[in-house]
């Protein structure tokens, strides 16, 4: 899988499950809101991920790694209310968010390879 593809994966997830769990709260509060807002980004930049342009796949990397920090509070939340629907919501954003982060460190590293075997030539 493409480092893009699953940049899209994780967006789609933070942004589909995110509003899940605001929309199907008795409380809601913005801050569940926030992984929304962060899947838009993601979308929206995934053209220049795709394109490997270093400048955004750097910013999307640089916010799949924030969001992955934000996520462990909601999931710790979660667990203390007991709260099953919610910990699978966020579980499920936290592992498409690592297999995101997985494919990107792994395409800059094939990206380095490459450019050392050009500069070898």
Do not use: C
């Amino acid at each position: 899988m493409k480092a893009y593809i699953a940049s899209l994966i994780n967006a789609v997830a933070l942004i589909g499950l995110s509003l899940w769990g605001y929309f199907s709260s008795d409380n809601p509060s913005f801050t569940a809101l926030i992984p929304t807002a962060v899947g838009v980004i993601l979308l929206l930049i995934s053209n220049g991920v795709k394109t490997e342009n270093k400048v955004i796949a750097h910013i999307a990397v640089l916010l799949t790694l924030l969001i992955l920090g934000g996520l462990v509070k909601p999931l710790l939340g979660a667990m203390d209310r007991g709260d099953n629907a919610a910990i699978i919501r966020v579980g499920i954003m936290i592992l498409t968010t690592v297999v995101a982060m997985v494919f990107f460190v792994k395409s800059f590293i094939d990206a380095r390879k490459k450019r050392a075997a050009a500069q070898d030539s």
